[in-house]
């Protein structure tokens, strides 16, 4: 039995890179594709939002010269491109999947409408929204926030290489110790790099709690909607 009905699922662009370092790895995203599936199987409602970081992050680009509302503009595009990558693999493993957009581009996707997406929900269909919010300035995070508290999710997940909130970065810090639980007003003093600040604040006051774990593990997705304790819960 699923401890949630509905989630939105925010997986990392950067994930999807798998060992080869850059754009998509098929082996990681058929692993992506099956766990979602196995979900889907349980009941499970699932909304996905999928970042661009492993094509091309506004942010980055601007930093290099690019214009930032332009390098936006492109980062929204690798979004579109990621999630017809993963409505492809749901499909050819039989789970009913479809991609909404942000900004107008049938025929390669249906542009985004809550009712829309509430109804595919019902259906049993895997929802991926894709193209961020349709605006520059704002994170695939902020995205995720945003779909999360229009599809009435249970909770966001945010599927990341990592298993869950650290004092500091694992990566590079090897004493940083893990939160089972922690508030996003204790997320703000820490300064800890969860979300960016709008997307937090947005959770927070839509009371949309969080749940921060390691999507690279197959298995983890499964556990979460089971009630297993990994990762970190954010709260109030």
Same mark, same amino acid.
């Given at each position: 039995?699923?401890?949630?009905?509905?989630?939105?699922?925010?997986?990392?662009?950067?994930?999807? $890179? *798998?060992?080869?370092?850059?754009? =998509?790895?098929?082996?990681? +995203?058929?692993?992506?594709?099956?766990? /979602?599936? #196995?979900? !889907?199987?349980?009941?499970?409602?699932?909304?996905?939002?999928?970042?661009?970081?492993?094509?091309?992050?506004?942010?980055?680009?601007?930093?290099?010269?690019?214009?930032?509302?332009?390098?936006?503009? $492109? *980062?929204?595009?690798?979004?579109? =491109?990621?999630?017809?990558? +993963?409505?492809?693999?749901?499909?050819? /493993?039989? #789970?009913? !999947?479809?991609?909404?957009?942000?900004?107008?581009?049938?025929?390669?996707?249906?542009?985004?409408?809550?009712?829309?997406?509430?109804?595919?929900?019902?259906?049993?269909?895997?929802?991926?929204?894709?193209? *961020?919010?349709?605006?520059?300035?704002?994170?695939?995070?902020?995205?995720?926030?945003?779909?999360?508290?229009?599809?009435?999710?249970?909770?966001?997940?945010?599927?990341?290489?990592?298993?869950?909130?650290?004092?500091?970065?694992?990566?590079?810090?090897?004493?940083?110790?893990?939160?089972?639980?922690?508030?996003?007003?204790?997320?703000?003093?820490?300064?800890?790099?969860?979300?960016?600040?709008?997307?937090?604040?947005?959770?927070?006051?839509?009371?949309?709690?969080?749940?921060?774990?390691?999507?690279?593990?197959?298995?983890?997705?499964?556990?979460?909607?089971?009630?297993?304790?990994?990762?970190?819960?954010?709260?109030?």
């Amino acid at each position: 039995m699923a401890k949630y009905k509905r989630i939105l699922l925010k997986l990392s662009g950067e994930s999807l $890179m *798998g060992a080869q370092g850059y754009g =998509i790895d098929t082996q990681r +995203l058929n692993e992506y594709a099956a766990q /979602i599936k #196995q979900i !889907a199987d349980m009941g499970v409602q699932i909304g996905i939002v999928i970042g661009g970081g492993n094509i091309f992050r506004g942010l980055s680009g601007a930093s290099k010269g690019f214009d930032r509302y332009k390098g936006d503009q $492109m *980062g929204m595009l690798a979004t579109v =491109i990621n999630s017809m990558a +993963l409505c492809s693999a749901l499909e050819s /493993i039989g #789970q009913p !999947a479809r991609v909404l957009t942000a900004i107008r581009m049938e025929p390669i996707g249906e542009f985004y409408s809550k009712p829309k997406a509430i109804e595919a929900l019902n259906r049993g269909e895997v929802v991926i929204m894709s193209g *961020g919010t349709g605006n520059p300035y704002f994170t695939t995070d902020t995205g995720s926030s945003l779909r999360g508290i229009e599809i009435e999710a249970d909770v966001m997940l945010k599927g990341t290489r990592v298993d869950g909130i650290y004092t500091a970065d694992p990566e590079k810090d090897p004493t940083a110790t893990k939160f089972d639980t922690i508030t996003y007003d204790e997320i703000y003093n820490r300064g800890l790099k969860v979300m960016d600040l709008t997307a937090t604040t947005m959770c927070k006051e839509n009371k949309l709690p969080i749940i921060v774990f390691n999507m690279d593990k197959p298995g983890n997705l499964v556990k979460v909607l089971s009630g297993e304790n990994i990762g970190t819960l954010v709260t109030i």
